[in-house]
C-alpha cells in the first residue's frame, strides 16, 4: 500500500525538479539575453564615436536590415550617415524615424540638422515649427539661429544664438557662429568681441582665430590680437591680415604683412609667397 504513495512522491519529486531545472534555464536566457542587449548597446555607442564613418553607416545599415522595427538603429543609422558626410541620406532615415509613433522633439531636431546640412533651409524650417516651443534644448535653438540668419532676421537669429550659448556649457561655436553672422552683416566690433567670446571657451578654435582677424582687417587693425596661437598659426593669420589690407588698398601694410607671414613660418609658406610673388607681378605690370 506504500508503494503507490512512494511513487507518487517520486513522481511529484521529479516534476518538481524539472520544474526547477525549466525556471532555471528561463532565468539563464533571460539572462543572457540582458547580457548580449548590454553588449549591443556598448557596440553601439562604440560604432557612433570612436568608429570610422563608413563602418559605423555598413553596422548600422546592416543591423537595421535585420531589425527593421528597431527605431534606436534607425537612429544610429541616421547619425552614422551624419558623420559620413552623406547627409541626404541621414535626412530620408531621420523621416522614417519622426514617422515612428514612438519618435520624440529631439528626432524631429536631428531631421531638421540633416536637411540644413543637405541645403534644404526652407524644409528644415518647417520641421523646426513642428516642434512645441517648450521644448528648449541647445541643438534646436542653435538651428533656429542658423535658419534666422538665413532669412536676414537679424533680431530673431541673435536671440536664438543668445539662447542657444546660454544652454550650453562648451558655446564656443555658438558664438563663433554668431560672430560670422555679425560678419556678414558689416558689424565688425559686434563680431570682433564675438570671436573673443569663443577663444575665451577653446583657445584652439582656429576658425574664431581666422574669423577674429578678418574682423579687425576690416576696421583697418592690422596687428595681431593677443591670442594663444603656434608659430605656424601666426604666419597664417598674417596671411589673412595681408589679404584683408590688400583687398582694402592698404597694398603696401599687406606686402609687409605677407613678407612677416613668410618670415614667422618654421617651414616654406607657399601660399604667402604665392600672394606676394603675385602682388609684385601686379605693382611691376
Known sequence: MRHPVFLALCLGGTVGLMGCQKASDGEVSRAMKSVNVIDESNLNDIMLTVGDPNESVAYFRKTANENPDRIDIKRGLAKSLVRAQQPQEAASVWSAVVADPTATNDDRVALADALIRSNEWKRAEAELNKIPPTHETFERYKLEAMIADSNKNWKKADSFYEIAAGLTTT???????????????????????????????????????????????????????????????????????????????DVQIGKGLLQEAIDTHPQHFDAAVRSLAALDAKVTN
Not at 560678419?183 to 581666422?210: I, M, S, V
Not at 582677424?213 to 576690416?218: N, W, Y
Not at 594663444?228 to 596671411?239: G, P
Open 171 to 249: 558655446p564656443a561655436s555658438i558664438y563663433n557662429n554668431w560672430g560670422y553672422s555679425k560678419l556678414t552683416r558689416t558689424d565688425y566690433a559686434g563680431a570682433e568681441k564675438l570671436f573673443f567670446d569663443a577663444l575665451t571657451y577653446d583657445p584652439q578654435l582656429f576658425t574664431a582665430k581666422n574669423n577674429l582677424v578678418l574682423a579687425r582687417g576690416a576696421q583697418r587693425k592690422y596687428d595681431i590680437p593677443v591670442i594663444k596661437m603656434t608659430q605656424i598659426e601666426r604666419a597664417q593669420l598674417l596671411h589673412t591680415m595681408a589679404l584683408t589690407a590688400i583687398k582694402q588698398g
